[in-house]
């Protein structure tokens, strides 16, 4: 009996004891040693040979991964692991470092109880490792470390143990410091806090296949410094054999981090805002496979003989083939499913069933999106959505090259829209333009990419491009919006919302899905008047929309063209066409015409559009672009030439710091002059520079510079190059 084919049969039969599961993901900043890492797991689970772990990267499966020897997507495993002389079953989702793909790990934490956050001993906690940790805990997802690449520390850096210890500790005071900066409840209270001595930190190399825990080391009796000769004396199989990190590592998972019966408890109140009372709630709290099914698709992939396959995390009931579900928010007969199995790696396993607190993958849901709730009762709250930490800051125009190929274009970025939300495709049938936004230049020369290669579509790109975006500095109306019958009249005024209140909406702490009534009370301690918060109406991207006219007939039955309107002014602002955010639009009075036939879409929807996009213009209608926080660390004599890489695009110095010989220089710059940064970068400092990006969000554009860009995209886009005026959409 094959190797793979025994772990599934011990896999399927641990997935009906939620007690004996743990669900993890594995976070990091990139190439501090995750794919490795897994390798590593999966060989001491029996599923890959020992020689090739490290080297195998099983879990980077697609060819452009291998070549760029990356992670690009998060992929899953499920595997066995004896703890004290029992089996659990360990699912685990190796997450990418990349900032470009940050949207696989807020989707990867969604599905998963723990997280084991890999940092390099000898780089330490980078921007990307904060990054990735904050979308851990806001998920409520409890995080162990573990500690790589100590085998640097000593081979290179020539530590001795006391040394060793110090910097070990740094780390892990570094860490702790940004948990409890990010939840600290569970730091305090929750036992959150990373400890050496109880055992939820452990060091050492993946590469390697050796790890040391101080529990570990206590049963097994090998010492630090026992560590050291070893390294020094080259002897690392004698280290793995002595301590194998697999072993280690999923000690500690098993010891440390929730089941999916006690984690549930906890996550369920962050991610579902439902009544905990009601059946479905005591099913989810309890992850009872009785219960109703509930499950979260985290991600979609396409497979070439069964379609679409949705992954996700089954919450309460239990699935299998055949079955009926819904997709909650699709108005559509119920899904019915084909397959149900699991990921071992990039093969998927059919299995008979799978009940609450495992991670499942399925094919039929073909109305299912990621984000999408899939349940067998149709009237269940939605789960909370997902946000992803980072937006498009880059768009590329896509045509195909033969004119046949058009229409299978159109379909596969329909796909690849939907196995990649952070990815926005615009398909403007009118212009016939296709456009691809995504986070930075690698996303989309590897989204393109898979586009020629794996759905085979010859297609032709142009220069990536910078997204833009618009917003208001000041206050303006009330302005008047006329339906063309001049029957119907809506008067709208408009001002710059909170960024109290933009923050809370972008993390999700206030979204249209909660209870009104919890929203009033979260809008009013960020500040906002009772008035206005109890009569949100809408909130679209960050912008706000509130009602606040009384007794107005025929209101109700309007509202959602005046939505529909209002979206379509917010999607493409009066300056740039570009998206509008961080605006609150009060309705303050509406007339409409008692005749239903007379205040139609095609009345309506124009008035609201053009008084929404003249109101901006009142309102100092301004240009912000997308800006990246950049962090170098330099030896000494290469700070000057840093400094000025950042300088000279625009950019602007926050702190620079020293750690030993080298320097680390933090600043931010905007996306449009960091263009080919990386050579540039490299060429200054002689190769000798480390650096990382990360999303800073978005800034005002300088005066001086505005009108320059607005021409430059309006030609672009094909728009008049004269910049409308507010009498332009008032006339």
């Given amino acids: 009996m094959s190797r793979g084919k025994k772990m599934v049969e011990k896999v399927s039969e641990l997935m009906d004891k939620p007690e004996f599961i ?10 501090h040693g995750k794919t490795t890492f897994s390798d590593n797991l999966l060989s001491g689970a029996g599923m890959i040979s020992e020689e090739l772990s490290g080297k195998q990267l099983f879990m980077d499966s697609d060819a452009e991964e291998q070549a760029r020897g990356i992670t690009i997507d998060a992929s899953n495993v499920s595997m066995v692991h004896e703890y004290n002389g029992t089996e659990y079953l360990i699912n685990m989702i190796d997450t990418p470092g990349h900032v470009d793909f940050g949207g696989d790990v807020t989707r990867a934490m969604r599905a998963v109880d723990g997280a084991i956050v890999l940092v390099d001993a000898v780089e330490g906690p980078m921007p990307q490792t904060e990054t990735v940790l904050r979308q851990a805990l806001k998920e409520g997802v409890r995080p162990i470390l573990f500690i790589n690449k100590v085998d640097r520390l000593i081979n290179e850096l020539k530590v001795d143990p006391q040394q060793m210890m110090i910097r070990l500790g740094k780390v892990i005071d570094k860490v702790n410091k940004l948990i409890k900066g990010m939840n600290e409840t569970m730091y305090n209270e929750g036992g959150w806090k990373l400890d050496a001595a109880n055992g939820t930190v452990a060091f050492g190399s993946a590469l390697y296949n050796w790890a040391v825990s101080i529990p570990y080391m206590q049963k097994s009796g090998i010492s630090f410094k026992e560590v050291i000769d070893k390294c020094n004396a080259g002897d690392m199989k004698g280290l793995a054999k002595s301590s194998p990190l697999h072993e280690v590592v999923l000690d500690i998972v098993v010891k440390h981090l929730p089941n999916p019966v006690d984690a ?29 099914v509930t499950m979260m698709v985290t991600d979609i992939s396409f497979d070439p003989h069964a379609g679409e396959v949705a992954t996700g995390r089954l919450f309460s009931g239990k699935i299998s083939r055949g079955m009926e579900l819904y997709v909650v928010g699709t108005a559509g007969k119920p899904n019915r499913l084909q397959q149900v199995g699991i990921f071992m790696g990039p093969t998927r396993v059919e299995v008979e069933q799978i009940v609450g607190g495992n991670i499942a993958a399925v094919t039929g849901l073909k109305d299912a999106f990621v984000g999408s709730t899939v349940t067998s009762n149709q009237d269940i709250v939605p789960f909370e959505s997902l946000k992803h930490y980072s937006e498009p800051v880059m768009t590329v125009a896509v045509e195909a090259k033969n004119m046949k190929d058009l229409p299978k274009l159109v379909e596969v970025l329909r796909q690849v829209a939907k196995e990649d939300p952070t990815i926005r495709v615009n398909i403007n049938e009118e212009t016939g333009e296709h456009l691809i936004a995504g986070m930075g230049e690698l996303h989309l020369e590897v989204s393109t990419g898979r586009i020629r290669r794996d759905k085979n579509v010859d297609i032709v790109t142009s220069e990536p491009i910078v997204v833009y975006r618009e917003t208001v500095t000041k206050k303006a109306g009330p302005v008047e919006g006329k339906s063309p019958n001049r029957h119907n009249r809506f008067y709208i005024e408009l001002e710059p919302l909170e960024d109290t209140i933009v923050d809370a909406i972008k993390t999700g702490t206030v979204s249209m899905t909660m209870n009104a009534i919890e929203r009033r009370d979260a809008l009013v301690a960020l500040g906002m008047e009772k008035d206005e918060a109890k009569n949100v109406k809408d909130m679209y991207n960050s912008n706000m929309f509130i009602d606040m006219t009384k007794g107005i007939q025929y209101l109700n039955e309007t509202m959602e063209l005046i939505l529909d309107g209002l979206h379509e002014a917010l999607d493409g602002g009066p300056l740039a066409d570009e998206q509008v955010q961080n605006v609150k639009i009060r309705l303050m009075d509406v007339k409409l015409h008692e005749d239903a036939i007379h205040r139609g879409p095609a009345q309506v929807i124009p008035a609201v559009r053009a008084a929404v996009k003249a109101g901006i213009l009142m309102a100092n209608d301004q240009l912000l672009e997308p800006a990246q926080k950049i962090q170098i660390t330099v030896p000494q004599d290469q700070m000057g030439a840093a400094i000025s890489q950042i300088q000279g695009r625009r950019g602007q110095l926050t702190t620079t710091e020293s750690e030993g010989d080298q320097i680390v220089v933090n600043g931010v710059a905007p996306v449009a002059e960091l263009f080919g940064f990386a050579g540039d970068l490299r060429s200054a400092t002689e190769g000798r520079a480390m650096w990382s990006t990360e999303f800073a969000g978005f800034q005002l554009v300088p005066a001086s510079l505005v009108n320059d860009v607005v021409i430059g995209i309006r030609k672009r886009k094909g728009l008049k190059e004269q910049i409308p005026t507010p009498n332009d959409y008032l006339a």
């Fill in 264 to 292: 549930q408890k906890r996550r369920i109140p962050i991610i579902w805002h439902g009544d905990k009372e009601s059946p479905e709630g005591k099913a989810m709290l309890s992850c009872d496979h009785k219960g109703a």
């Fill in 22 to 31: 743990r669900n993890i993901g594995i976070v990091a900043h990139i190439d």
